[in-house]
């Protein structure tokens, strides 16, 4: 029962439902790929046809969150501490909010309320790099923080706090390597893309199920 209400949680939360979309997203390119090597054609456009589609959900999802990262630009300005994790994170927040902006003009392009390909083009890719730089942005910071915690005392260190520090970078590299993927002109194999998304998916929901209690 306690299980069940956790999932409702989950599922009532805009994160929580982009999280779950994102796994069948990514795991879906994944197999498409894997199964397109097997000439199995025609279980591999279902399964890419399931990662676009649940591409353009997670889209729609995103309406409304570029309010929320202004708010935490406006409050990592006014904290007090590490400059340099603080700094990492605001430019994090930054890239997270242009890559919102581009990825619904990228999502008008998609459902052709906005009719031009070079345009669509453009989004496509910058809103991959403006992905990239808030990964690499979120690695940096997250480091940073891993490192001033390792440096605490015995006393005021906490194991736990660490742990969730790692799993988050670990996280926040495989999104770096996914962005990468996408914006390397077929230098990174598409399964690979997949297989990174699927990792960073499971983690970014597991941190969703934990927070929902």
Same mark, same amino acid.
């Given at each position: 029962?306690?299980?069940?209400?956790?999932?409702?949680?989950?599922?009532?939360?805009?994160?929580?439902?982009?999280?779950?979309?994102?796994?069948?997203?990514?795991?879906?390119?994944?197999?498409?790929?894997?199964?397109? $090597?097997?000439?199995? *054609?025609?279980?591999?456009?279902?399964c890419k046809n399931l990662s676009s @589609?649940?591409?353009?959900?997670? %889209?729609?999802?995103?309406? =409304?969150?570029?309010? =929320?990262?202004?708010?935490?630009?406006?409050?990592?300005?006014?904290?007090?501490?590490?400059?340099?994790?603080?700094? @990492?994170? #605001?430019?994090?927040?930054?890239?997270?909010?242009?890559?919102?902006?581009? *990825? /619904?003009? /990228?999502?008008?392009?998609?459902?052709q309320v906005i009719q031009n390909p070079?345009?669509?083009? %453009?989004?496509?890719?910058?809103? +991959?790099?403006?992905? @990239?730089? $808030?990964?690499? !942005?979120?690695?940096?910071?997250?480091?940073?923080? #891993?490192? $001033?915690?390792? @440096?605490?005392?015995? $006393?005021? %260190?906490?194991?736990?706090?660490?742990f969730n520090l790692k799993l988050d970078?670990?996280?926040?590299?495989? +999104?770096?390597?996914?962005?990468?993927? !996408?914006?390397?002109? =077929?230098?990174?194999?598409? %399964?690979?893309?997949?297989?990174?998304?699927?990792?960073?998916? #499971?983690? =970014?929901?597991?941190?969703?199920? +934990?927070?929902?209690?």
């Amino acid at each position: 029962m306690q299980n069940f209400k956790r999932v409702v949680i989950l599922l009532s939360k805009t994160s929580g439902r982009d999280k779950s979309c994102r796994i069948l997203q990514y795991f879906g390119k994944f197999c498409a790929e894997q199964l397109k $090597e097997l000439k199995q *054609d025609e279980l591999s456009l279902k399964c890419k046809n399931l990662s676009s @589609n649940m591409s353009l959900t997670r %889209k729609v999802l995103r309406f =409304g969150r570029t309010i =929320g990262i202004i708010i935490s630009i406006m409050e990592l300005s006014k904290q007090k501490g590490n400059k340099a994790i603080i700094l @990492n994170k #605001i430019l994090m927040n930054i890239s997270c909010f242009l890559y919102f902006l581009v *990825d /619904h003009t /990228h999502w008008f392009c998609k459902i052709q309320v906005i009719q031009n390909p070079q345009l669509e083009a %453009k989004a496509d890719y910058w809103s +991959d790099a403006l992905w @990239n730089f $808030e990964a690499f !942005f979120d690695c940096v910071a997250l480091i940073l923080e #891993i490192r $001033e915690e390792q @440096n605490k005392s015995q $006393e005021t %260190k906490s194991s736990q706090r660490l742990f969730n520090l790692k799993l988050d970078l670990l996280r926040a590299f495989m +999104d770096l390597l996914s962005a990468y993927g !996408f914006i390397s002109n =077929g230098r990174v194999p598409g %399964k690979w893309i997949g297989f990174f998304g699927t990792i960073s998916s #499971i983690i =970014g929901l597991k941190q969703q199920w +934990d927070a929902a209690k």
